[in-house]
């Protein structure tokens, strides 16, 4: 009996034991342990994977606010002003002092023709302008004579109005005879024949002599005319600059307007085609950072110089005519002109590929 009561006394306190909260029976215990760490990595994930998402949020949100203060495009390319180099006169040529891709200075010599032509054209032309300054000497001579003979003339003619007024006087008091007052009479009317005549003389000599002047400013264009033309048998260089595709050869003949060789000047700059959605905040004067594809490791400054009135194709050959057909809306480009802050210091041409960046806030 004692012993039952015992028993049922243990088994009322193990119940005891085994129903407290919190409490885990050894083997149960065991189970759960790699459910709770489980539990406990999968909240680290999230929460890393929340902390990343919103990291990520504010990069994507920084760098927006970073991104919209810029504008740039891949369609911009280095331009210049290409000159071809031609002939302005006709000649063989003689030297070419330049080869490809030489890089030459304002003035230097591109190309020299046979000048000996236009060297006896200059001389005769320098021969005719002495020879018409000859003749002005000798005219200016002329029309000094025939001043005097005319003042020689005038002399003789008052002479003989004297004579003759004088016989005639006496022929009437009956002191002289009358053939006498004829005759000085008639020495009157020469005399008169011989002043007109040197007065006519004095005349055509005073105007023959513009004649020699006009025909004095012609020599002297036909010079200017052929100094232009021998200056020209010596082909230079316009600005500093490079050259390109040289066709012209010593031993060659050069025509009038022949292309020599195409000159590229050092003074390049790049046209930026930016969509025409970009151009809201472009100014110029903008800083612009430009990266050029022959160069990458390279950043070079520059500014916007200026944004041109117009897309592009309203200035091509053919520019679109909306009004002849179905519109599509396209966005247009326009052209923008980016130069250099400095020299860029490298070898630059133009068409090669450039990507500019403009900070528009």
């Given at each position: ?28 215990t ?5 459910l ?69 200075e ?12 236009y ?82 003389n ?27 033309n ?49 151009l ?7 800083p ?74």
């Amino acid at each position: 009996m004692e012993q039952r009561v015992d028993n049922d006394r243990r088994s009322d306190a193990q119940r005891e034991v085994e129903s407290r909260p919190g409490r885990d029976v050894p083997g149960e215990t065991a189970n759960k342990a790699p459910l709770r760490g489980a539990v406990r990595r999968r909240r680290a994930a999230i929460a890393a994977g929340a902390l990343a998402a919103i990291v990520l949020l504010i990069a994507l949100l920084l760098w927006w606010l970073n991104a919209r203060n810029y504008e740039s495009t891949d369609d911009a390319f280095i331009d210049a002003r290409t000159v071809q180099i031609s002939a302005q006169v006709a000649g063989a040529i003689v030297d070419v002092p330049v080869t490809d891709n030489q890089l030459v200075e304002a003035g230097a010599e591109l190309v020299r023709l046979d000048d000996r032509d236009y060297v006896a054209q200059r001389d005769q032309a320098q021969a005719s302008i002495e020879n018409i300054q000859a003749q002005i000497v000798a005219q200016k001579a002329k029309i000094d004579q025939a001043q005097k003979q005319v003042a020689q003339a005038q002399a003789a003619l008052t002479f003989a109005q004297q004579q003759a007024d004088r016989y005639q006087a006496l022929a009437k008091h009956g002191s002289g005879t009358v053939e006498q007052a004829q005759q000085y009479e008639s020495n009157l009317l020469q005399s008169q024949a011989g002043y007109a005549a040197a007065q006519a003389n004095a005349v055509a000599t005073e105007k023959q002599e513009p004649v020699l002047e006009a025909q004095l400013k012609t020599a002297q264009a036909q010079l200017h005319q052929a100094e232009a033309n021998l200056s020209r048998t010596i082909i230079t260089a316009p600005v500093a600059g490079r050259i390109a595709h040289l066709t012209a050869a010593k031993g060659g003949y050069a025509g009038v307007g022949q292309a020599l060789m195409m000159f590229v000047p050092r003074d390049v700059w790049v046209t930026a085609n930016f969509k025409e959605t970009q151009l809201d905040r472009m100014r110029p004067g903008q800083p612009v950072d430009i990266e050029i594809d022959a160069y990458p490791s390279r950043t070079f400054r520059g500014h916007v110089d200026s944004i041109q009135p117009g897309s592009g194709t309203a200035f091509s050959l053919l520019p679109a005519e909306n009004a002849t057909g179905n519109y599509v809306k396209i966005v247009q480009r326009v052209p923008v002109k980016i130069v250099f802050d400095k020299p860029p210091g490298v070898l630059l041409g133009p068409g090669m590929s450039v990507v500019p960046t403009v900070k528009v806030r």
